[in-house]
């Protein structure tokens, strides 16, 4: 009696979720830092952007990253998903009554641990490429100047800060949009930098 050995090989055939991610965090992030920088009041839109798109998306393209075995990607889209809901959550829960509003240290804690966490994810980009560094380093930055405008009450840096985050969320759309294009044509439409190993 012989027996058969059958090798089967399994092809991931999921999309690439990082272009989701990206846009849902970069589009977000430009609404809310154009906030920031005094153009209009903080609002629905931004809120509704913030669960849905920069929560609810991100969140789904860190499921996909994790399908993926992209521990990186999961850890980054899902935890900024749920940063998106946390702040959605500390703006609108005080509003309903359901808890005392954050005061501006408690912000600049919330904030700054966020920070240190980015930059821990920073040091990851090291080994991505260019247009990542970018995003995760303008987002480092973004969010120790935001800690320190609300530890310090100083509203100008806050604003000021809200001009950087529209520059960071910029750079998350193009690089979302350079990963979209990349694949569709099959070759580099726009450049994202050399991965560095």
């Known amino acids: 009696m012989s027996e058969n050995t059958y090798h089967l090989s399994v092809k991931d055939q999921t999309a690439n979720p990082a272009p989701l991610g990206l846009f849902g ?29 920069g929560g609810l998306a991100q969140i789904i393209a860190g499921i996909i990253e994790a399908k ?21 959550g500390l703006i609108v829960m005080p509003k309903l009554g359901w808890i005392p509003a954050t005061s501006e240290t408690g912000m600049a804690a919330y904030l700054g641990i966020w920070g240190i ?3 821990l994810l920073f040091i990851g980009t090291f080994r991505l490429n260019k247009a990542l560094q970018l995003v995760f380093g303008t987002l480092t930055v973004l969010f120790f100047m935001l800690a320190i405008g609300d530890a310090t009450g100083n509203a100008q840096l806050k604003q000021f800060a809200g001009y950087e985050g529209i520059l960071c969320g910029s750079l998350a ?13 099959g070759r580099i439409v726009l450049p994202l930098g050399a991965v560095n190993k």
């Open 68 to 88: 993926k075995n992209n521990t990186f990607g999961l850890t980054a889209f899902t935890s900024y998903g749920c940063f998106w809901l946390t702040l959605v």
């Open 173 to 185: 759309v193009y690089t979302g949009i350079a990963n979209v294009l990349n694949e569709l044509y």
């Open 117 to 119: 966490f980015t930059l």
């Open 25 to 53: 965090f970069g589009m977000t992030t430009i609404l809310l830092n154009i906030h920031n920088a005094g153009v209009f009041e903080l609002n629905s839109m931004i809120l509704a952007m913030g669960l849905f798109y």
